[in-house]
């Protein structure tokens, strides 16, 4: 290794241990407050609404509509309408306000994978993976 790189290497190298032994303070975002049932059941609607992300990007890699369409559907309006009502009860206006539209927008990728664009379909993918990541960064599930 250069003489050059050692020095901002080994500074890289203690700067991280030492980060890691720093104990997270807390988490600002907003507890959905849950129970133990409810929280497995949302999490596996989580898990599913990535693997349609996963999903319509591999149908997209490959031009395969009908994978893009069913890899979405499964995270539109029919996911939203079978979220227990007992989960529904404890979700705050601001996380409907991002869910809601979410779902609407699987819906609209499984109309538009018939005929768009590929590109135009990775774009609204894209629109779609920041209204989870929005979701995400506002709330937590416990």
Do not use: Y
């Amino acid at each position: 290794m250069r003489k050059s790189l050692i020095l901002p290497s080994l500074l890289l190298v203690c700067s991280t241990a030492s980060w890691a032994d720093t104990p997270v303070t807390g988490d600002p975002r907003i507890a959905l407050g849950l129970t133990e049932a409810e929280k497995v059941e949302f999490l596996s609607e989580m898990r599913t609404m990535l693997a349609s992300i996963q999903g319509i990007i591999a149908g997209i890699g490959v031009e395969d509509r009908e994978g893009i369409a069913a890899a979405a559907q499964m995270s539109g309006n029919r996911m939203a309408r079978a979220t227990p009502e007992s989960v529904r009860a404890k979700l705050p206006p601001t996380f409907q306000e991002l869910g809601g539209p979410t779902h609407l927008l699987f819906e609209e990728i499984v109309i538009r994978a018939e005929t768009d664009d590929m590109a135009d379909l990775a774009v609204l993918t894209g629109k779609t993976l920041e209204q989870c990541l929005s979701c995400h960064a506002l709330f937590r599930a416990d």
